[in-house]
Nanobody, 124 residues
Framework: QVQLVESGGGLVQAGGSLRLSCVAS????????MGWFRQAPGKEREFVAA????????AYADSVKGRFTISRNNAKNTMYLQMNSLKPEDTAVYYC?????????????????WGQGTQVTVSS
């Protein structure tokens, strides 16, 4: 079993920055893609960003492209999401997820393992 734990969420003013971390533990896989999703109250869970194991291939939702950066440190079993120029509409619970395939995809159903989520609140 793989456990994923997010951290780094909090309250920030619009225009500010946060860096989320996701640490994998337990039984981990060396070649799986990982991603970030978010869910606001009353809304569906949506794709944010994803990354291959090497970090050389990434994908971003149009809503965060140019503002968010996904990265990965396999030696630390950790994935990051650097969020800059935050907007109130970025407010959501952010989840990290992992596949059992190396291919980056944008749909939640393709991710097998999920963290508990971390709250990000952006005030106007």
């Amino acid at each position: 079993q793989v456990q994923l734990v997010e951290s780094g969420g909090g309250l920030v003013q619009a225009g500010g920055s946060l860096r989320l971390s996701c640490v994998a533990s337990g039984r981990t896989f060396s070649n799986y893609a990982m991603g970030w999703f978010r869910q606001a109250p009353g809304k569906e869970r949506e794709f944010v960003a994803a990354i291959t194991w090497s970090g050389l291939s990434t994908a971003y939702a149009d809503s965060v492209k140019g503002r968010f950066t996904i990265s990965r440190n396999n030696a630390k079993n950790t994935m990051y999401l650097q969020m800059n120029s935050l907007k109130p509409e970025d407010t959501a619970v952010y989840y990290c997820a992992a596949r059992t395939s190396p291919v980056v995809v944008r749909t939640a159903i393709e991710y097998r393992y999920w963290g508990q989520g971390t709250q990000v609140t952006v005030s106007s």
